[in-house]
């Protein structure tokens, strides 16, 4: 497979930045994600199988990484036709090349400017049969390519997916899951929510155990629950630490008590074709000379951090309230500069890549545990 990234006519480049302007190389590389985000929900099942996961942890991960297949079907048909003369000058997908392989935060916030506005694009455009049936007309009776037509109709499915909903927008509001009663005023939440993080233009879910001992239920409470969600929504930045995120939480909600947090970052995703990370992988992927389809490697990584004991403090004259301490990795002193309890690294690459990885050995990769995709699409892991 030629390596695009030597190809300066079939992309413009800005620096970490560089747009998709040729037709084959952007629609292999939303096949490229289609078959990845497809292999990520097995992931996610194999570590339900070996314990790592709940059913309603894989629930919730699964709907995300099918909401993120959603998102990339959208923007594969908004950009279907680039590289064509289709009559006007309609850009490119705008990809992080260095940091993450994945498309640039913006490419989000104009897809959820867009889809505010699906409904009324939709209304003043022909139907998708009508734009077939006019394609029809003009390959038969002008004997020509109808690529006006069918930017036209590109366009028309990209505004019905962005209607139809359920897709990983830039920002994904918290949602809270009951999962029992503990007493009778002490009630047990599974708090999970989702960005597209800025700064590293990568997806990233959070998963949250709460416990609630309010008047109110969480969802109903028309005055924490609002507050709880913007708060959450803040402090979701990928700069951030675990431990600071879950104590500025049980410090500004007396009676929610933070349990349990854990970060999934999805990527980097690492193509030879598509992006110029450093390090062994590109290395890997280069010497691996894979068929199309299987140039590809993508991070995944699990942040925890778990609760230790409880302390209680003053809160005025009379009363106290509950503080959580939280348990940092032991380990090397390392807990301080991660502000977890715990970090899972993992990587998932198609069988190629895996045998090249494990014939070099590189340092570092000892501990990363490896899901390998075979050819019929089986996720096995190793460690």
Avoid: C
Wanted: aromatic content about 10%; hydrophobic content about 40%.
């Amino acid at each position: 497979m030629t390596d695009i990234t030597d190809r300066r006519d079939d992309i413009t480049m800005d620096r970490d930045h560089v747009g998709l302007s040729d037709t084959l190389a952007s629609r292999r590389y939303f096949a490229k994600f289609e078959a990845i985000t497809a292999h990520l929900t097995r992931v996610a099942a194999q570590m339900r199988a070996e314990g790592q996961l709940g059913a309603e942890d894989v629930e919730i991960l699964t709907r995300y990484i099918v909401a993120l297949g959603y998102t990339f079907q959208a923007l594969s048909m908004k950009y279907l036709l680039v590289g064509r003369d289709t009559g006007r000058f309609f850009g490119s997908l705008e990809m992080d090349r260095v940091e993450s392989g994945f498309p640039v935060f913006n490419e989000l916030l104009v897809m959820a400017n867009d889809a505010a506005q699906a409904a009324k694009h939709l209304e003043h455009m022909p139907s998708a049969e009508a734009l077939k049936d006019e394609m029809v007309r003009k390959i038969l009776g002008d004997r020509e390519i109808p690529t006006k037509l069918q930017f036209a109709l590109s366009q028309r499915l990209y505004y019905e997916e962005l209607l139809r909903g359920e897709l990983f927008w830039a920002r994904n509001d918290p949602q809270a899951v009951w999962q029992g009663n503990i007493e009778e005023r002490r009630r047990k939440y599974l708090l999970h929510w989702a960005v597209y993080d800025s700064t590293i233009n990568l997806p990233t879910i959070y998963l949250m155990e709460v416990e609630d001992s309010g008047r109110t239920a969480l969802p109903k409470d028309q005055r924490r629950w609002p507050e709880v969600q913007a708060h959450l929504m803040g402090q979701s930045v990928g700069g951030l630490k675990l431990v600071t995120i879950a104590r500025g939480f049980d410090e500004d909600f007396d009676d929610l008590h933070p349990k349990r947090l854990r970060r999934f970052h999805l990527g980097p995703m690492y193509s030879s074709a598509y992006t110029l990370q450093t390090g062994p992988l590109r290395e890997v992927l280069r010497d691996a000379r894979s068929p199309e389809g299987q140039d590809w490697a993508l991070a995944w990584t699990i942040e925890e951090l778990e609760s230790e004991r409880v302390t209680e403090e003053r809160a005025g004259w009379f009363s106290t309230v509950e503080r959580e301490v939280f348990a940092l990795d032991p380990f090397s002193g390392r807990g301080v500069d991660t502000g977890a309890t715990r970090t899972e690294r993992a990587i998932i690459l198609p069988q190629r890549p895996y045998q090249v990885l494990e014939e070099r050995q590189p340092p570092g990769f000892a501990n990363v545990r490896k899901f390998v995709v075979s050819r019929e699409g089986r996720v096995l892991s190793y460690r």
